[in-house]
């Protein structure tokens, strides 16, 4: 196993592959300006702002997958505003949760009766803190 977002299992093995590339995490910081008279305004540190992160999962059905149905599991999270947990090997991601920010379906080939043999869904999520003061 490569790691989960909720019940979502990144993994490879000879029955199934389903995995992601292009990972990429983004973070930042607040700032306030404070304006002064005759001067440059003054910088203040806020704090942390909450993570992004992006990647792309590449769906084949000669991998041991139904591209159709996990595009949609995607798709179904995100419209709930479910958040879970994000692990790539044994490490947590983030201080708390992620939550679902937008899902992009890309359907590759598609077959008689709409079955579609291989896609790519794009996935943005956003850290998600439940407790105000969480660290």
């Known amino acids: 196993m490569i790691g989960f977002f909720g019940d979502i299992i990144f993994e490879t093995s000879d029955k199934r592959i389903v995995t992601f590339t292009g990972f990429q995490r983004d973070a930042g910081s607040r700032w306030s300006k404070h304006d ?37 599991r995607w798709l179904r999270k995100e419209r709930a505003g479910e958040v879970a947990p994000l692990v790539i090997g044994d490490s947590y991601l983030g201080v708390d949760k992620w939550r679902i920010s937008s899902v992009s379906q890309m359907w590759g080939v598609v077959l008689n009766r709409g079955e579609v043999l291989s896609g790519k869904v794009d996935i943005e999520l956003e850290e998600y803190i439940e407790r105000i003061g969480s660290r």
Not at 43 to 70: A, C, H, Q
């Open 36 to 72: 002064v008279i005759g001067a440059k305004p003054s910088s203040e540190f806020i704090g942390p702002d909450l993570d992004t992160i992006s990647f792309s999962v590449n769906l084949n059905g000669f991998n041991g997958v139904k591209p159709r149905i996990e595009m949609d």
